[in-house]
Every structure is written in C-alpha cells, then in structure tokens.
C-alpha cells in the first residue's frame, strides 16, 4: 500500500502491531509471526498490517529495530563509573539478561535461525542489523564504552571499533551457546564461563589478570544491584 495509507492510520496502530508480533514471538515462536495471528493479537484488522508496513518482512524488520531500540535504552541505562572494564562486563550482562526476556526476538534481531523462515526483502540494503539505524545507535552506546577502555590507559592503545567489535562477538557468541542450552552442565555459566571469557580478553588488550578479575567481579555485582533495584 502506498504513503498515503499508513499516514491516515490511527495513532498508536504501528506500535500494537509491533508489540502484538513481539508477544507472539515470546509465546509461540516465528511461526506464529503472520498477519492473521498478528491481527488478532493487536485486536486490527488483517488489512491494517497490510497497509502500514506492506507485509509481514516489513513488520518483522520494525520488530527488529524496536528490540534493538530497546536494547540500546538498557546499555545507556548502565551507569558510567571509573571502571571501564566493570562498566563493559555490566552491558554483557544487560544484553544478556535483554535475549533472555524473549530469545526469539534476540534471534530474530541479530538475523540467526529465525530470519530464514521469513521473505526476503527486495532491498539488499536493507538489513535486520548491521546497517539498521537503530541496530547502529544501540551499538554506538558499546563503541563509547569501548572508547573509555583503551583512553583508560588500562589496554594497549588501539582500534576503540576493533576492540568493540571483538568484545561483541565474543558476548554475542556465549549468549546465542548459553539459549540453545550448551551450558546446562554448569551450575552458573556467567560466573565458571562468560566471566572468565571476559577477563581472558580484557588481558588480551593488555590489562592485568588480578585487576581485570576485580573488575569483572565488581560489574557482576553492580549487575546483581542494579538487577534487583
């Protein structure tokens, strides 16, 4: 449907769709994601999918960019110390606990399994994450903090997107493990796993292990602090 059509829809109509298919993907999975089982959920018409985003890939790629909008709000939510690596492990530990809240939506926002069961766009350009303006903007908030870290003088000076994108990998590498439920054997993966990860590649920039123990320690608890604030 054109412009015209999705300027007249009523306010507030996009965000129930977007909230409906959110829900959907928390209780029943991608393959409950299509515009009749949306429809019904926002309480709309099937027509009204339709005419405000044109199909179900465009709605799935403004469910994306919500999650991603979201989860740029929790990382600029952790508050900014002294401690460059405690304040890095924090946001680990932030995006961690976001994936776990609905990981169908975490999988479908960095384009893994779920992305395959829906049409593609004609828009090569167009992407799930990676060029995504909002996928940007919440990754920015990591780059910054990144920043902070090498002007620190605790790692070697280096690359801040560099480092940034090692830092994502390996967060996003343990998380996507940690939801297909490759770590069942350990009574408490973020502390016997993620954390060791995490010391392990604050050393590798350069930092000391007793001082980047401390630190991962020290955003472990202002996790738990925040967490039950």
């Known amino acids: 449907m054109g412009d015209a059509s999705r300027a007249s829809a009523p ?51 403004a469910v994306a960019d919500h999650g991603f909008e979201e989860l740029g709000k929790a990382f600029s939510q952790v508050p900014v110390t002294d401690d460059a690596v405690a304040d890095l492990f924090v946001m680990a530990l932030t995006c961690r606990r976001v994936a776990g809240e609905n990981p169908h939506l975490y999988d479908l926002m960095f384009g893994l399994s779920t992305r395959a069961t829906y049409r593609p766009l004609s828009d090569a350009d167009l992407r799930f994450s990676g060029r995504s303006p909002a996928f940007r903007k919440a990754y920015a908030v990591v780059t910054e903090a990144c920043a902070r870290l090498v002007g620190s ?27 297909a439920e490759h770590f069942t054997e350990f009574e408490d993966p973020v502390v016997q796993v993620l954390l060791p990860m995490g010391v392990g590649f604050a050393v590798g920039l350069g930092d000391e292990r007793e001082r980047a123990l401390a630190s991962h320690e020290e955003g472990l608890r202002s996790f738990g602090s925040m967490a039950g604030s």
């Open 11 to 61: 306010p507030g109509v996009p965000q129930r769709l977007i909230s409906a298919t959110i829900g959907l993907l928390a209780e029943q999975g991608p393959s409950a994601i299509k515009a009749r089982t949306v429809a019904a959920a926002s309480g709309l018409s099937t027509m009204v999918v339709y005419s405000h985003f044109g199909g179900i890939p465009e709605l799935v790629r």
């Open 153 to 179: 003088g605790r790692v070697a000076q280096q690359d801040p997107d560099v480092v940034t994108a090692q830092l994502w990998s390996y967060v996003h590498g343990y998380i996507t493990l940690e939801l």
